[in-house]
């Protein structure tokens, strides 16, 4: 359904996102979906986006990315956020380009949070095990077989777990 409808025109999004240091995520994900249907050449629509005034995609013909109409288009961005604050406003904006208007038919907003599970030691881009409450550790010191995991995380991660009743809390 998301690929079946579209806005159009100049517009923004802005979400207020967590930030209090430590405990907070500090890399967001936007992911933008399109869907040019309308569009039957390459140049009919051709559209730039800022992320909080930035140009981060500049002459975005959607058409000719995904290799034709009524054929999905995913654009990641990426944001960092180092301000210690409340909240953070991240503001997408969709601005006209050479030719048409811009276009978005969805977007999902992520964050990372990566964490270690059962252990106090962070190894990047993990997160320590601070969400949690119960439970018990257990880290096993063989060697773990990642040749089937696409983009495994560092082996270490895959040593240690956390057993038995507990929950974690994540802001």
């Known amino acids: 359904i998301v690929y079946q409808s579209a806005r159009t025109g100049t517009f923004n999004y802005t979400f207020s996102l967590p930030f209090n240091?430590?405990?907070?995520?500090?890399?967001?994900?936007?992911?933008?979906?399109?869907?040019?249907?309308?569009?039957?050449?390459?140049?009919?629509?051709?559209?730039?986006?800022?992320?909080?005034?930035?140009?981060?995609?500049?002459n975005l013909d959607v058409f000719s990315a995904a290799g034709g109409a009524n054929t999905a288009y995913i654009q990641e961005l990426f944001i960092d956020l180092t301000t210690p604050a409340t909240?953070?406003?991240?503001?997408?904006?969709?601005?006209?380009?050479?030719?048409?208007?811009?276009?978005?038919?969805?977007?999902?907003?992520?964050f990372n949070h990566m964490i270690r599970s059962g252990n106090q030691s962070a190894v990047a881009p993990f997160l320590t095990d601070r969400f949690v409450t119960g439970g018990n550790f257990y880290f096993n010191a063989t060697e773990v077989n990642t040749s089937l995991v696409l983009e495994p995380a560092p082996a270490i991660v895959y040593k240690g777990e956390r057993w038995g009743p507990f929950n974690y809390r994540i802001p």
């Open 21 to 58: 240091g430590a405990t907070s995520p500090t890399q967001y994900r936007f992911r933008l979906h399109f869907n040019d249907f309308e569009s039957s050449a390459v140049g009919q629509r051709i559209f730039n986006i800022a992320l909080n005034s930035n140009p981060v995609v500049t």
């Open 87 to 110: 909240f953070t406003n991240v503001t997408i904006s969709f601005l006209p380009g050479s030719s048409g208007v811009p276009l978005l038919s969805g977007i999902e907003a992520l």
